[in-house]
Structure formats: C-alpha cells, structure tokens
C-alpha cells in the first residue's frame, strides 16, 4: 500500500490529499514550485477544505516531505511543492478517477446508503462521493441497474432505463449487515446463504455442514485478511514518518511481522491478531507523529472491526 493508499482511508488524510491537489492547481509565485496558501484560505470550499486545518495540513504534508514551508508569526503564506507532492498528487487524482474501482465502490455506496433510509432522490450524491469526488449521474444509475440485476435491490423503472422508488431485499440486507462488498458476494463464490453455526467460545469459526468427522479451525475471511494486509502496508508505508522512538520501533516492527506470520498460516488465532492489532494502535497513538498516527490507526481500526 502507497502512501496515497494509506492516507486516503482516514477523512483527515483524504483531506491532506485535497489540499496537496489544491496547491497544485494555484498559479505559481516562481520558477520553483512556490504557491501562495491565500487563495487556499479564503476558497477552501472550492476543494472541500477547512481553513482551520490548512496550518496544520500543511505542517503533516512538510513531514512526508511533499512540501516545504515556513511558519512566521503571520502563519504560513508560501510553500514549495516537492517532488514527492506531485507524485502523490498524479497517484490521488488517478485513483480518484479509476472506473472499476469508483464503480464497485459506488453500489456498495448506494447500499448501504439505501440501508439506512429511504431513497430520495438528490440526498445520495449530498452524503456520498469516492474519496471525496462525487459520483456522477450515470455511475449512481449503472450501480442500481446492476444491484437490480443481482437481486440486491427492487424498484421501478423509467422510460431512460433508471431505477426510482427503489427498495432494498433481503438478499441486499444480508451483504450489508455481512460486512462484505457485493461486488465480493458475486464474483468470490461466496454464498449468500448463511451457512455457519455459532460456538459458543469460539470466533470465525468455519464448520462444513452435513459432513463427518468435521475438525474445528480458527480461520479468517479472505476480506478479514485484507484488511489486516492493508494494516501491514499502511505500517511500512508510514513507519518513517511516524517517527517512533527506538524502543517503541522495535516493538511495532515485532508485532508487524506477527501479524505477517499469522496471516500467513491456515491455522492464524484471531485472538492473537486483535492483541497484536490494539497494542499496534496504542504504540502508535502515544508516540507517532500526530496527524500520521491518525492515518494508521484509522486502517487497524477497520481490521479490528472485521475481525468481529
């Protein structure tokens, strides 16, 4: 996982990226990359920006080093966009433009939006965007003529081939409350048939129905081990930044490479990954560089939460 993939997962690093964009489409001041932060300040709905944060932004996006500054006692007013700035910039707008990935995203988007309230028309695109670009017209139409297909969900549709009134189905709440992607449901041969049986003291345990001689394993989910990858990836890809004191270095390396060698294992405890994953967090929340921590700890948290 890039740093681009890492700060995008936290609303504080998904702003961050905003700002860095934003500072690339000022005019600049000279031949060397030197923007005004002004514009920024006074415009900052233009990009889906607070003025309060851009101090503070900026200062997060210096120790990454995709910008330099200076902070005077009138605050910061100029900065120089590095290289490194630019490239996360070109990676951000590429990502927030990637078709495939805006249209999965989007029928799990209107989903669960549906999920929680009726559909009325104009509220989807108001709370919901791709990493904050918002969903067109057409893509909000392709993503519920396709969870129409797939059964996720019913409605009514107009002469232009769109669906209003729409309503979700039993199958579309069961991939909500799953935690999993429809987009995983149909193409990763999982059933939507709930298939497992509760044991008392025991987590993601698997058990083949209507077999004999049936032994028990701890087993994770393909999306479970994803998220734990992308707690790995987002460590390694912010581990410098997070300027961890030697002591606590070492200990968070030890813990990444026990989750590395458990997720690596048929037989990985569950237990053993949430111990590793919530001492990770606290080594993180009390000795990283704030504003990176925040990135980080926003990924283990999504992989605590699907552990279950």
């Given at each position: 996982?890039?740093?681009?993939?890492?700060?995008?997962q936290?609303?504080?690093?998904?702003r961050?990226?905003?700002?860095?964009?934003?500072?690339?489409?000022?005019e600049p001041?000279?031949?060397?990359?030197?923007?005004?932060?002004?514009?920024?300040?006074?415009?900052?709905?233009?990009?889906?920006?607070?003025?309060?944060?851009v101090?503070?932004?900026?200062?997060?996006?210096?120790?990454?080093g995709?910008?330099?500054c200076f902070?005077?006692?009138?605050?910061i007013?100029?900065?120089?966009?590095?290289?490194?700035?630019?490239?996360?910039?070109?990676e951000?707008?590429?990502?927030?433009?990637?078709?495939?990935?805006?249209?999965?995203a989007?029928?799990?988007?209107?989903?669960?939006?549906?999920?929680?309230g009726?559909?009325?028309?104009?509220?989807?695109?108001?709370e919901?965007?791709?990493?904050g670009?918002?969903y067109?017209?057409?893509?909000?139409?392709?993503?519920?003529?396709?969870?129409?297909?797939?059964g996720?969900?019913?409605?009514?549709?107009?002469?232009?081939?769109?669906?209003?009134?729409?309503?979700i189905?039993?199958?579309?709440?069961?991939?909500?409350?799953?935690?999993?992607?429809v987009?995983?449901?149909?193409?990763?041969?999982?059933?939507?048939?709930?298939?497992?049986?509760?044991?008392?003291?025991?987590?993601?345990?698997?058990?083949?129905?209507?077999?004999?001689?049936?032994?028990q394993?701890n087993?994770?989910?393909?999306?479970?081990?994803?998220?734990i990858?992308?707690?790995?990836?987002?460590?390694?890809?912010?581990?410098?930044?997070?300027?961890l004191?030697?002591?606590?270095?070492?200990?968070?390396?030890?813990?990444?490479?026990?989750?590395?060698?458990?997720?690596?294992?048929?037989?990985?405890?569950?237990?053993?990954?949430r111990?590793?994953?919530?001492?990770?967090?606290?080594?993180?929340?009390?000795?990283?560089?704030?504003?990176?921590?925040?990135?980080?700890?926003?990924?283990?948290?999504?992989?605590?939460?699907?552990?279950?």
């Amino acid at each position: 996982m890039s740093v681009v993939e890492s700060l995008i997962q936290s609303p504080a690093g998904l702003r961050q990226l905003r700002l860095m964009q934003a500072l690339t489409e000022l005019e600049p001041l000279d031949g060397d990359r030197q923007v005004g932060v002004s514009p920024i300040r006074a415009e900052g709905a233009k990009w889906g920006l607070e003025s309060a944060a851009v101090t503070s932004d900026l200062k997060y996006l210096q120790s990454l080093g995709m910008v330099e500054c200076f902070e005077s006692l009138a605050g910061i007013n100029n900065v120089f966009i590095q290289q490194a700035g630019l490239d996360a910039t070109k990676e951000y707008r590429t990502f927030i433009k990637d078709k495939v990935r805006r249209n999965r995203a989007c029928r799990d988007a209107y989903l669960h939006w549906l999920y929680e309230g009726d559909d009325a028309p104009g509220d989807f695109h108001s709370e919901c965007s791709f990493y904050g670009s918002p969903y067109s017209e057409q893509e909000l139409k392709d993503a519920k003529n396709w969870l129409d297909e797939e059964g996720f969900i019913v409605g009514k549709k107009s002469a232009d081939n769109d669906i209003y009134y729409a309503e979700i189905t039993s199958k579309g709440n069961r991939a909500v409350e799953s935690g999993r992607s429809v987009n995983e449901w149909q193409a990763g041969g999982i059933s939507m048939t709930d298939r497992s049986i509760n044991i008392t003291g025991s987590q993601n345990v698997n058990v083949a129905q209507d077999s004999s001689n049936v032994t028990q394993s701890n087993t994770l989910t393909r999306e479970q081990l994803g998220k734990i990858s992308d707690v790995i990836d987002s460590y390694r890809a912010l581990s410098g930044a997070l300027n961890l004191p030697e002591e606590q270095l070492e200990v968070a390396e030890t813990l990444v490479g026990e989750l590395e060698e458990e997720t690596a294992d048929v037989n990985a405890e569950p237990g053993k990954i949430r111990q590793a994953l919530e001492r990770l967090t606290g080594i993180v929340a009390e000795h990283g560089t704030k504003g990176v921590s925040t990135a980080v700890i926003s990924v283990i948290e999504q992989a605590i939460q699907f552990l279950g």
